[in-house]
Nanobody
Framework: QVQLVESGGGLVQAADSLRLSCVAS????????MGWFRQAPGKEREFVAS????????NYANSVKGRFTISRDNAKNTVYLQMNSLKPEDTAVYYC??????????????????WGQGTQVTVSS
């Protein structure tokens, strides 16, 4: 029973930065693995980054590795995605996701049980 709300998206220029936030409600947050996914128009929702419940293990899609950083603050019930060196191809709706039962691969959207409403990120050239 987790509710997720993303924020921080917007319209930026290429090479700019944004930080997305995902605020979670529910007592299971601190023990939940978390992920960020994104979906561009006409494309499948794809994995961006994940973080384990302690915040010690992170994973990134190759397309964002070295540019994006996922982190979490369990005391604030919040997961962040710091997005640097943004490119037009990063344009998408970004979704925060949480696991319930830990099953499946971290990069597979079907492994996550709870989803936020998404926040739009648009990067112009």
């Amino acid at each position: 029973q987790v509710q997720l709300v993303e924020s921080g998206g917007g319209l930026v220029q290429a090479a700019d930065s944004l930080r997305l936030s995902c605020v979670a409600s529910g007592r299971t947050f601190s023990s939940s693995d978390m992920g960020w996914f994104r979906q561009a128009p006409g494309k499948e929702r794809e994995f961006v980054a994940s973080i384990d419940w302690k915040g010690g293990i992170t994973n990134y899609a190759n397309s964002v590795k070295g540019r994006f950083t996922i982190s979490r603050d369990n005391a604030k019930n919040t997961v962040y995605l710091q997005m640097n060196s943004l490119k037009p191809e990063d344009t998408a709706v970004y979704y925060c996701a949480a696991r319930g039962v830990k099953v499946g691969f971290y990069y597979n959207k079907s492994s996550y049980d709870y989803w936020g409403q998404g926040t739009q990120v648009t990067v112009s050239s």
